[in-house]
């Protein structure tokens, strides 16, 4: 079974300084997808950034990149210039795609607060 | 991109009656779709998978007989909630994976009274 872990409840920073959340992994399969999302308050689900384990390289979107230690089995997220519309939820998720499973697994979560 | 629409966003109902939602994709198909719920300040559980022409599989401890799914088409999803008591308000939220991107509905508050 796979696991998720995300040991940061809360966290804040200051606006336009940059934060890292972390997210830690367990899995003994060799190819699936790792994912953060983020939750407004509005409870929208937003897709932030998508890193596939075959790749290498770490993925990055505008100010947000990740940090995929595959041997490791971490995948933290940093967010620079944090803005104030980042303040929310967000999510660590794992998803398996082999033998036809596409089940997500979630980690519990990390509450950021952008500060002005 | 690919969009998954949820209807309603928020329902109010008294005890004892039922409630659908609905989960479409809007330009794709889903030969399967994901019902989760979400507890205030949690993450999201995993309640069922939702398969197009087939039974839906449940998560150990969700009762089959009270959140009813049917997915009768390739880009519709319906979670029923039966006899509805106040325990059973929260938010639901349903999925969809194509191309291995998870895309989310915007969610239905329910709120039994």
């Known amino acids: 079974a796979q696991t998720v872990t995300q040991s940061q409840p809360e966290m804040s920073v200051q606006e336009a300084e940059t934060v890292t959340l972390s997210c830690t992994y367990d899995t003994s399969e060799n190819n699936y997808y790792l994912f953060w999302y983020k939750q407004p308050p509005s409870r929208q689900m937003i897709l932030v950034i998508r890193?596939?384990?075959?790749?290498?390289q770490n993925a990055t979107e505008n100010r947000f990149s990740v940090n995929f230690q595959k041997a490791a089995k971490s995948f933290s997220l940093k967010i620079s210039d944090s803005q104030l519309g980042d303040t929310a939820m967000y999510f660590c998720?794992?998803?398996?795609?082999?033998?036809?499973?596409?089940?997500?697994?979630f980690g519990k979560g990390t509450k950021l607060s952008v500060i002005p | 991109g690919a969009v998954v629409s949820q209807h309603p966003s928020r329902v109010i109902c008294k005890s004892g009656t039922s409630v659908k939602i609905e989960c479409r994709s809007l330009?794709?198909?889903?030969?399967?779709m994901f019902w989760y719920r979400q507890f205030p300040k949690q993450s999201l559980m995993l309640m069922a998978t939702s398969n197009e022409g087939s039974k839906a599989t449940y998560e150990q401890g969700v009762e089959k007989d009270k959140f009813l799914i049917n997915h009768a088409s390739l880009t519709l999803s319906t979670l029923t909630v039966t006899s509805a008591h106040p325990e059973d308000s929260s938010f639901y939220i349903c999925?969809?994976?194509?191309?291995?991107?998870?895309?989310f509905g915007q969610g239905t508050r329910l709120t039994v009274v």
């Open positions: 330009d794709f198909q889903a030969t399967t």
């Open positions: 999925s969809a994976l194509p191309i291995m991107r998870a895309f």
């Open positions: 998720a794992f998803v398996y795609s082999g033998a036809g499973s596409y089940q997500l697994t």
């Open positions: 890193q596939e384990a075959y790749k290498q």
